[in-house]
């Protein structure tokens, strides 16, 4: 569960969330901890952003002087080089793993759904994703295929408040 501010400044968007996580591992029990994550996003020229991102900045600790909360860290490219279609590149470390590429590309139809595809390199995954925007709520749905975890899905439901 999280919760998330963000806010434009001039040709830049910061935010930052708040999240609360659950662990459970059989053998050590149930820890819940309080994680950080901050970014930021810059327009450079229409149709052309560079991003950057940090997970877990506070680096909580998931067992008693044990393992901790994974940071990573992440900055990536966003052109439109057509008004419907954005294509993106990134790269992604984790600090305890080598670092990923990532590639993806985004098609809107009819301004309101969104249709997403990528993958990445090292660890070698596959992503699939849909969107569904109205004026003041956004629904997305993620499914990610890698050789690890295998099928991960992923939701969430966005609220945009009324523009001052």
Known sequence: MGATFANRLGIASLGA????????????????????????????????????????????ALVEGGDHAPVRMAVGLACSPANHVTLVTGLEKDLDNPTALKFGLEYVLRNRVYLRSGFNLKPNAAFFG?????????????LQYNLYLRTVHSASVIFKPAAK
């Not at 969330?17 to 059989?26: D, E, I, K, P």
């Not at 560079?50 to 909580?60: D, F, H, K, S, T």
């Open 17 to 60: 969330r708040v999240n609360y996580l659950q662990y459970r591992a059989n053998g050590l029990g149930t820890r819940s901890v309080l994680t950080i994550d901050a970014g930021g996003i810059a327009e450079l020229t229409r149709g052309l952003k560079i991003g950057a991102w940090i997970q877990n900045l506070n680096r909580p």
């Open 130 to 142: 849909t969107g569904y925007s109205m004026r003041r709520l956004q629904f997305d749905y993620a």
